[in-house]
């Protein structure tokens, strides 16, 4: 399995694009060091997120290594979506 066969849709849970092709969006790669706590296959060693086009305009991706999950943040300078 690829990285980026992980990839299905927009980090924005409230866009429903999907991921066809490199250079539409953005890619971001976190490495991660337990793939249990993040509900990811063992073996994993790192947690793959696209953003959109749209979104990708607008809002930015951090991963949260306390909780395990990734957040959308909004950059600054970009209107609400």
């Not at 980026?4 to 694009?17: E, G, I, R, W």
């Not at 607008?58 to 990734?70: E, G, K, M, N, W």
């Amino acid at each position: 399995m690829t990285v980026l066969s992980s990839v299905k849709t927009c980090a924005n849970p409230d866009c429903k694009a999907r991921f066809k092709r490199l250079g539409e969006g953005k890619i971001t790669v976190f490495p991660i060091g337990n793939p249990e706590l993040w509900r990811l296959p063992a073996g994993t060693k790192r947690k793959v997120v696209w953003l959109c086009v749209h979104c990708s305009s607008s809002l930015a991706v951090q991963a949260d290594y306390r909780h395990h999950t990734i957040r959308l943040v909004h950059k600054a300078g970009a209107g609400a979506i």
